[in-house]
């Protein structure tokens, strides 16, 4: 099973958002289009997560929601903060099975296992059940 990050999406009420915020952020990488997570620390195991495929889960308003293919690492030094670390991501945000998770800072590793099932491409505009919903009714075996 591959390893994966997950990591909270500040300020975000929903995945609409989370994108709408992204598309500011919009970039290429290694001539790639790709979109730039920055965080503190790069991960120890970054070649494992690259070479198992691994996915940046985010956690938006308490859920898992979506997730984004890691395409690679990159430090950076910032004047202000010393040394950063960017999580370059595809662009494309896929749906996840809605699963509660408490907050916490920075990131973490998420075991293949532990990752919820996809739902999907995210589709701007498209309908979406409440989270609560949708985790009674993962709870129920109904979706």
């Given at each position: 099973?591959?390893?994966?990050?997950?990591k909270?999406a500040?300020?975000?009420?929903?995945?609409?958002?989370?994108q709408r915020?992204q598309?500011?952020?919009?970039?290429?990488w290694?001539?790639?289009?790709?979109?730039?997570v920055?965080?503190?620390?790069?991960?120890?195991?970054?070649?494992?997560?690259l070479?198992?495929g691994?996915s940046?889960?985010?956690?938006v308003n308490?859920?898992?929601?979506?997730?984004?293919k890691?395409?690679?690492f990159?430090?950076?030094?910032d004047?202000?903060?010393?040394?950063?670390c960017?999580i370059?991501?595809?662009?494309?945000?896929?749906?996840?099975?809605?699963m509660p998770?408490?907050a916490?800072?920075?990131w973490?590793y998420?075991?293949g296992d532990?990752?919820?099932p996809?739902m999907?491409?995210?589709?701007?505009?498209?309908?979406?059940?409440?989270?609560?919903?949708l985790s009674e009714?993962?709870?129920?075996?109904l979706?």
């Amino acid at each position: 099973m591959a390893l994966h990050m997950i990591k909270l999406a500040v300020g975000c009420a929903d995945v609409a958002t989370l994108q709408r915020h992204q598309k500011r952020l919009y970039a290429t990488w290694r001539g790639v289009p790709a979109i730039a997570v920055t965080t503190r620390y790069q991960p120890t195991k970054a070649e494992q997560i690259l070479s198992e495929g691994g996915s940046l889960y985010r956690v938006v308003n308490r859920y898992v929601q979506c997730r984004q293919k890691i395409l690679g690492f990159e430090q950076y030094e910032d004047r202000a903060a010393g040394t950063k670390c960017r999580i370059w991501c595809d662009r494309e945000l896929v749906l996840t099975q809605s699963m509660p998770r408490k907050a916490f800072q920075g990131w973490r590793y998420l075991q293949g296992d532990d990752a919820p099932p996809d739902m999907g491409v995210f589709r701007p505009g498209e309908a979406q059940p409440p989270k609560e919903m949708l985790s009674e009714l993962q709870k129920l075996g109904l979706w």
